[in-house]
């Protein structure tokens, strides 16, 4: 580890004692001290004590401004009053009946109104909801696989935990990437079910159909590879897409759990403007309550009216997450807020370039919607490969940084970006880009030290 990184995990550790000790305590009974893999990190996460608006305190009693917004399920904010007011009013009325309830009705007309179904069906994560997307292509074409691209996460269940960090050592040729499980425990018929292409390369989707006619489903996909940073997607790959599933008969489905809410009103598929047969929705919709959605045409959606599919969950559509929902669409998501976040991520990204610029680092800054991230690369990275290249410790430097000076400048781990809510201000951006001045020249003098080309393990 090289002293600047050193030296702010001393301070980090001298900021958060309690955090070290409730670490120490939950290790005991909880597997790494955590509820999720993707909060533990090294030497031990924050806990914290309590969010409001852009901020949370942790039990330090240290305050940071929050752009980690779990993991980007937060665009409303902690406690907006809308979703609070609507939350607590259904407190008093009953959270839960496994009963059908006129919310339903009226958050799906919310989300047919906003994003190409006809129809949608609830849930509670984007786990169940890519998960059923991937059942319902499976019906649908009467196909067992399900083509995905290397390095996208889509959730923990058998058909999306397939080369989600794949290590180089397993990963095969980039032109015809190996299918390899996320860990044990996946069925080997699944991952055989699970083809792999690479982001960007419309060449290595056509080779797939033509190694498996007639048998894909589907292509899943971020239609921003967020689990990279952020990479976009190049002009014409996601039409691309579009083209290559239409004249194989096989879906497409937009695994919409980020962008639906965070890059535009309309999500991913009104910014592109390419129209997929399915989309799923979760995270930011739900004004951080579980709450999840799949949706596609009345064609498709009839395979659940049939009963042909079957679709249920005791927690689909309790009336926190409908109230909440409801919320966040009407007085969270409206085209008003949208100008508001827009100007606000515009400001952050321009300074983070300046800031990039002057401090001679070889770095970018990727940008889209809420979303945003210091890319550690000299030039862009265009699928998961290139995205690995990264030097993990200087990026650590960032992170660690940042936290010491009160920005939570995006979640742990460097395959994730920030997020700005809709209750971040001017005098927010401000701050965040305060700190980043500060952290900056360390940065660019340590890469400079390293070597610009250092290269560690980008595998977690
Ligand atoms: C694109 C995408 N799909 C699906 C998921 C899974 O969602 P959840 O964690 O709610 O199960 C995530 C979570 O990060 C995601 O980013």
Redesign the pocket.
Known sequence: MHDALQKEIAIYEKRTPKSANAHARALKRIPLGVA?N?RAYDPYPIFVKEGKGSKIRDIDGNEYLDHNLC???LMAGHCHPAIVKAIEKTLHVGTTFGMPHDMEWELAEEICARYPVEMVRFG???????MHACRMARAATKRDKILKFEG?????HDT?LVSVKPKAEDYGDINAPTSVPGGLGVPKASVENVPVATFNDLASVQRRFQQFPGEIAAIIL?PIL??VGLCMPKPGFLQGLRDIATENGALLIF?????GAKLAWGGASGFFGVKPDMI?L??SIGGGT?L?AFGASRAVMDLISQHKVFHGGTYNTNRISMAAGLATFREVLTRETYAHVDKLSKKLTEGYRRVVAKSGLQAYVASAGVNGALMLYPKEIRNYRDWTTIDVDLWRQYWFGMVNRGVLAQPYWWDEQWTISVQHTEADIDKHLAAFEDVAPGLAKAQSERGAAAVSSAGH
């Open positions: 999720s993707y993991f980007g399920a509670s994560s984007g786990t169940e909801v890519t996208s996460y889509h959730g923990l999306a971020e967020m689990n695994d919409e759990v980020k962008t799923c979760a995270k579980p999840g």
